[in-house]
């Protein structure tokens, strides 16, 4: 029986002081209702009525300071062609209200929390590059307001935002784009409200920030305060540093650029006589070409300077055309080279049958008159000084042989000679000037890459 009557007891006192914690708790909650009641009541709070300076009525005359820190959660995309960039971010300001001052309840207390936006006094920001927005209300608007006891207002709201970003393509896609987010006073002068970076780390980025094409480098934090007619106006703005991730543009642009242009060169390899399978590669080639540039521009805004990506192509486009220009060329030569060589054959002909008719005219000669030769010739015979000549010449010593000379000497002047020469010069210049415009390309853009950093 003793036991049985100290479990009851024990069971009765759990009760009592369970029954005492929820009801402290309820007070507890009804406490912190009150003092809202106390600082926003009706006729206690106006929220139209800006705060005071910092030591209350005494300072009327002082602006009132806006602490400001932000939360970069993603950068989901940067457009080149419309010139804008998306963000989702947190966004705080927090700034001092000493209307808002309650007590703690020995710091039981710490802070008390809003969801009403409207029950406070507000800055008026905004973001001036804005061109959409919008605020996040799934499952509940993403906004808090928490007051402390000395009367601190920390305001923290997730947004998204499609911001402006002006952009200097001169060096596509070898550059580098600084994307701002600027925040101002709308109609409050600096007289009136300060935007101040909050100090120690005003601005910090997620971890695992990914970009599809471009890389985020760094970011600064400045001052950008505006003067118009109406006052001056106090601004804030963090520049986005973004680099271009280039290999996407060298497997997409360049290595095709390159296989297109060395392709053309075949023709030069192929018979000049095969006239529709050099057409044919030449055209296709520079089709090609032309559609692999024209799909270039049209992800790209039309812009009054030249970039760096117009420079390749359109040089890629030019050895397209010239080796198809270089085969019209070889045709060109083949056919002067038939017509001249024809026309010799006919001169030959012609004066093959002038000499046929001479001899025999002579033979008609030497019956009627004959002649004795001479068995043995004179030091002036014509055959005699060849074979001297010859002689010199195997006696003489050896000329040192020219390299170019021999490699021409291939080529001798015989039917389609000055288009097969065209054909193996061309094998040589092309690619020595294209390997020529890469070394010049490449060393041009990557040192001004460097330079503008």
């Given at each position: 029986?003793?036991?049985?009557?100290c479990?009851w007891?024990?069971?009765?006192?759990?009760?009592?002081?369970?029954?005492?914690?929820?009801?402290?708790?309820?007070?507890?909650?009804?406490?912190?209702k009150?003092?809202?009641?106390?600082?926003?009541?009706?006729?206690?709070?106006?929220?139209?009525?800006r705060?005071?300076?910092?030591?209350?009525?005494?300072?009327?005359?002082?602006?009132?300071?806006?602490?400001?820190n932000?939360?970069l959660?993603?950068i989901?995309?940067?457009?080149?062609?419309?010139?804008?960039?998306?963000?989702?971010?947190?966004?705080?300001?927090?700034?001092?209200?000493?209307?808002?001052?309650?007590?703690?309840?020995?710091?039981?207390?710490?802070?008390?929390?809003?969801?009403?936006?409207?029950?406070?006094?507000?800055p008026?920001?905004?973001?001036?590059?804005?061109?959409?927005?919008?605020?996040?209300?799934i499952?509940?608007p993403?906004?808090?307001?928490?007051?402390?006891?000395?009367?601190?207002?920390?305001?923290?709201?997730?947004?998204?935002?499609?911001?402006?970003?002006p952009?200097?393509?001169?060096?596509?896609?070898?550059d580098r784009q600084?994307?701002?987010?600027?925040?101002?006073?709308?109609?409050?002068?600096?007289?009136?409200?300060?935007?101040?970076?909050?100090?120690?780390?005003?601005?910090?980025?997620?971890?695992?920030?990914?970009?599809?094409?471009?890389?985020?480098?760094?970011?600064?934090?400045?001052?950008?305060?505006?003067?118009?007619?109406?006052?001056?106006?106090?601004c804030?703005?963090?520049?986005?540093?973004?680099?271009?991730?280039?290999?996407?543009?060298?497997?997409?642009?360049?290595?095709?650029?390159?296989?297109?242009?060395?392709?053309s060169?075949?023709?030069?390899?192929?018979?000049?006589?095969?006239?529709?399978?050099?057409?044919?590669?030449?055209?296709?080639?520079?089709?090609?070409?032309?559609?692999?540039?024209?799909g270039?521009?049209?992800?790209?805004?039309?812009?009054?300077?030249?970039?760096?990506?117009?420079?390749?192509?359109?040089?890629?486009?030019?050895?397209?055309?010239?080796a198809?220009?270089?085969?019209?060329?070889?045709?060109?030569?083949?056919?002067s080279d038939?017509?001249?060589?024809?026309?010799k054959?006919?001169?030959?002909?012609?004066?093959?049958?002038?000499?046929d008719?001479?001899?025999?005219?002579?033979?008609?000669?030497?019956?009627?008159?004959?002649?004795?030769?001479?068995?043995?010739?004179?030091?002036?015979d014509?055959?005699?000084l060849?074979?001297?000549?010859?002689?010199?010449?195997?006696?003489?010593?050896?000329?040192?042989?020219?390299?170019?000379?021999?490699?021409?000497s291939?080529?001798?002047?015989?039917?389609?000679?000055?288009?097969?020469?065209?054909?193996?010069?061309?094998?040589?210049?092309?690619?020595?000037?294209?390997?020529?415009?890469?070394?010049?390309?490449?060393?041009?853009?990557?040192f001004?890459?460097?330079?503008?950093?």
């Amino acid at each position: 029986m003793g036991a049985g009557h100290c479990f009851w007891i024990l069971y009765l006192a759990c009760l009592c002081s369970a029954s005492l914690g929820n009801n402290a708790k309820i007070n507890f909650r009804e406490k912190e209702k009150k003092v809202l009641d106390q600082i926003l009541g009706q006729g206690k709070y106006d929220a139209r009525i800006r705060p005071s300076g910092i030591n209350g009525t005494e300072s009327q005359n002082i602006a009132t300071v806006v602490h400001v820190n932000m939360f970069l959660r993603s950068i989901s995309k940067i457009d080149d062609y419309n010139m804008e960039y998306s963000v989702q971010l947190t966004f705080r300001e927090q700034w001092l209200d000493e209307r808002l001052k309650f007590d703690d309840i020995g710091g039981r207390l710490k802070y008390l929390t809003l969801t009403e936006a409207n029950r406070v006094w507000m800055p008026d920001l905004f973001f001036s590059n804005e061109k959409e927005g919008h605020f996040h209300n799934i499952i509940m608007p993403n906004v808090y307001i928490r007051i402390f006891p000395y009367g601190s207002v920390l305001y923290s709201i997730r947004i998204s935002l499609t911001l402006a970003c002006p952009m200097n393509l001169k060096l596509y896609p070898l550059d580098r784009q600084v994307c701002s987010l600027r925040m101002a006073s709308y109609g409050w002068t600096t007289a009136d409200l300060v935007f101040l970076w909050k100090e120690g780390d005003p601005v910090q980025v997620v971890k695992n920030l990914h970009l599809p094409r471009f890389t985020l480098e760094k970011f600064l934090t400045d001052y950008c305060n505006s003067k118009t007619n109406t006052g001056e106006y106090s601004c804030l703005k963090v520049d986005l540093l973004f680099k271009r991730e280039f290999s996407y543009y060298l497997i997409q642009i360049y290595i095709p650029c390159c296989m297109l242009v060395i392709v053309s060169w075949v023709s030069f390899w192929l018979d000049q006589g095969a006239v529709p399978a050099r057409v044919s590669l030449g055209v296709t080639t520079l089709l090609t070409m032309a559609t692999q540039t024209s799909g270039i521009n049209a992800s790209l805004p039309p812009v009054s300077y030249t970039k760096a990506i117009d420079v390749w192509t359109g040089v890629c486009l030019t050895f397209v055309f010239g080796a198809l220009l270089e085969f019209a060329l070889v045709n060109y030569a083949s056919r002067s080279d038939l017509h001249r060589e024809n026309m010799k054959k006919k001169r030959r002909e012609v004066e093959q049958a002038s000499l046929d008719a001479a001899s025999d005219l002579l033979d008609t000669d030497s019956n009627a008159t004959f002649a004795m030769k001479p068995l043995v010739r004179h030091p002036g015979d014509p055959l005699a000084l060849e074979k001297l000549r010859q002689c010199e010449i195997h006696m003489a010593p050896p000329k040192r042989p020219n390299c170019c000379r021999t490699w021409l000497s291939k080529f001798p002047t015989s039917h389609c000679s000055r288009s097969k020469r065209i054909d193996v010069i061309s094998r040589i210049t092309f690619p020595l000037v294209f390997a020529l415009f890469n070394l010049v390309y490449w060393s041009t853009y990557l040192f001004r890459e460097e330079e503008e950093n």
